[in-house]
């Protein structure tokens, strides 16, 4: 039910929440998350206009909103930021983006440019390197985990250490009728909800297969994309390690045929 929190992880004190199905009319819809870690909270990729006012009312329901420490932004799309101006005045909350993408931010947030009570609104952004970063959240952290062109040339994913979920941006992504937000269960069924975004939004093989090299060495327990489905387990995770190893896609399926002059 739209609004309505799926747990990915509780242990009393550690939580892992994602919404999804926020969206009304024809938006795309995609998962938002919040990440509690005692008195300390992070919004992972929060979304358009459309998924503001659902979205804060879906987690206000679990914190005090205005007391969020940390927005996590994977990359610049419309759907993952476009309502940072909104979380800007009604937070003060620190911005973790790409360095790439940093300076981009005023235009998604005019009151980047003013002062706020004598403070300069950029000094809140966190502006995460090309090698990645751990970030701190309460008595846990968040790794930013390198996923450059996957889509974006300034790519994050995001790897909550005591949870062991890689929030993995639009890798893995899928687009289902039902279940948003839920585990896959038929592997060889959701390839057919992933394969055409792969092959079009996936730069190449060869940064697939970094990709799925460097999250083998993190173990993760679940992987949990911003659309559709998530993985979960370590066969099903492997199962998509391996798809993705060997797709082609991008720039690998490119050719002069794309590139003509029109008639």
């Known amino acids: 039910m739209a609004g309505q929190a ?14 999804s199905n926020l969206v009304e009319g024809s938006g795309i819809q995609s998962n938002q998350f919040l990440i509690i870690d005692g008195d300390h909270e992070a919004v992972i990729d929060p979304g358009g206009e459309l998924t503001f006012v659902p979205l804060t009312m879906a987690i206000g329901r679990h914190i ?8 996590l932004c994977s ?11 909104h979380w800007t005045q009604r937070t003060n909350a620190k911005i973790a983006i790409s360095k790439l993408w940093a300076r981009f931010v005023p235009h998604l947030a005019s009151n980047f440019a003013q002062k706020e009570m004598g403070r300069d609104l950029y000094e809140r952004l966190i502006q995460l390197p090309d090698e990645g970063t751990s970030i701190a959240l309460g ?9 450059h062109f996957l889509h974006s040339v300034g790519n994050f994913q995001f ?8 929030f993995s941006g639009d890798m893995g992504a899928s687009v289902v009728d039902s279940d948003p ?11 057919g909800h992933m394969a055409g975004f792969h092959r079009r939004y996936m730069v190449s093989n060869k940064i ?20 559709g489905q998530y993985f979960e387990g370590p066969e099903m995770i492997e199962r998509f390690l391996n798809w993705i190893s060997n797709l082609e896609c991008g720039i690998d399926l490119m050719g002069s045929n794309n590139y003509r002059v029109p008639n």
């Open 159 to 166: 790897f909550d250490v005591k949870s062991r979920i890689l």
């Open 6 to 19: 799926i747990t990915l992880y509780d242990d009393g004190t550690h939580k892992c929440l994602s919404f």
């Open 75 to 85: 990359h610049q799309d419309p759907d993952i930021i476009a309502s940072l101006g």
């Open 181 to 191: 937000g839920s585990a896959v269960r038929n592997f060889d069924e959701h390839v």
């Open 139 to 147: 008595n846990s952290r968040v790794l930013a985990v390198p996923g």
């Open 208 to 227: 697939c297969r970094l990709w799925a090299d460097m999250v083998r060495e993190l173990k993760p327990a679940m992987i949990v994309p911003q659309h």
């Open 64 to 71: 005090s909103v205005k007391d969020l420490d940390l927005i």
